[in-house]
Each structure stands twice: as structure tokens, then as C-alpha cells.
């Protein structure tokens, strides 16, 4: 008795954990919980492919197939994302700004109810490296259906007590350092 409840639990656990498919053959479960992440374990993520690892980061590029969509909802543009399940705000913040200032504008945009929702937030590292592509469109190594204004955009992820995770797509990198960057939110399309 006790076998066979351990087999219907095991299978109840594989069942639950199996990504539901989409219509373009697959979606992406990216974690969207924030975390401090050491260089280990973002050099480790799912879903990218490193060309060159640092004792900062890593330049690489994403492996998932994307499928984009430009929507205006309200007067304001999103990029939908079918394979991941995600929504970003197509053109971010235009204006660089420390981390606490990014949660602020999120917090803002929130109020604001931009394309109608307000669950807006940073992306973390595994969903901003999403959109690292793996060469140059328009200058910047992300799908020319974003905005070409931010070269680098803030995470949720910490990278140890002092510095937070970023990404840089005007080199196509990961890094982890305390500098000003842009901001490109994304929301969970739940």
C-alpha cells in the first residue's frame, strides 16, 4: 500500500511539473521570484548559451525560441511573449536610474494601471537574459520589437548584500555590479 502511494505521489509530482505546451510547440517556465545568486549559479541558468565566462558574469545568448507580439492596450505598447508566458513593456524607461529609483518607477507604473495591469515588476536574471539575443539587432543584442533606447536594464536579483544583477545588451552580457541602468518591466501573463 505504502509503494503505491509513493508511485502516485512521484507521478502526481512528474504531472504537476511538465510545462504546458503552446501552439508553437513549447513554452519556457522562467523563475520569476527574486533571489541572491551567486556567479555559479547564473552561469548555470537554463536556457542560455555562454560563449565566454567572467569572474562577473558571462557574455551569452538566450536558446529559446521566441514568439513575439507588439500590442497597443490602452494607448500603451507591450511585447507578448507566447513562449515564455510573459508580457514586457516594449520601450522601458528611458532615463538611467539607480536600483531604488527602478523600484520607484515600477511602483509608479503600477499606479499609473500601464495596459491596463498593475503587476508590473523587474524582470529577474533568468527573464531579462531571455531576451538576449545571439547577435545584433539594431545595434543591441535583443529583438528589434524592443525599444533600441536601453542598452542595459535592472533585475530583482541581488548579487551578494551590496550589488544587483543586470543585463547588458549592448554587449550581450550578464553582470552583477552596482552602477545606474534602465528599466524594462515585465508582468506574468497568468
Not at 59 to 66: E, K
Not at 171 to 179: E, M
Amino acid at each position: 500500500m505504502r509503494k503505491q502511494l509513493l508511485h502516485v505521489l512521484i507521478i502526481s509530482f512528474v504531472l504537476i511539473a511538465i510545462p504546458i505546451t503552446s501552439a508553437k510547440g513549447g513554452s519556457k517556465i522562467l523563475r520569476s521570484h527574486y533571489r541572491s545568486l551567486s556567479l555559479d549559479q547564473v552561469q548555470s541558468m537554463a536556457n542560455i548559451s555562454i560563449s565566454e565566462k567572467k569572474d562577473w558574469g558571462f557574455y551569452g545568448h538566450s536558446t529559446i525560441d521566441h514568439d513575439y507580439n507588439l500590442k497597443t492596450i490602452g494607448g500603451d505598447n507591450v511585447v507578448v511573449d507566447n513562449a515564455t508566458g510573459l508580457m514586457w513593456h516594449q520601450s522601458g524607461s528611458y532615463y538611467w536610474m539607480i536600483w531604488e529609483k527602478a523600484k520607484e518607477w515600477i511602483k509608479k507604473l503600477n499606479k499609473s494601471g500601464y495596459a491596463g495591469y498593475y503587476d508590473w515588476r523587474l524582470p529577474t536574471v533568468d527573464e531579462a537574459v531571455s531576451l538576449l539575443e545571439s547577435s545584433k539587432k539594431n545595434d543591441l543584442y535583443i529583438d528589434s520589437i524592443f525599444s533600441c533606447k536601453q542598452q542595459w536594464i535592472w533585475t530583482g536579483d541581488r548579487n551578494g548584500s551590496e550589488a544587483v544583477w543586470y543585463v547588458d545588451f549592448l554587449l550581450g552580457r550578464v553582470h552583477g555590479l552596482t552602477i545606474s541602468n534602465t528599466v524594462r518591466p515585465v508582468r506574468s501573463m497568468e
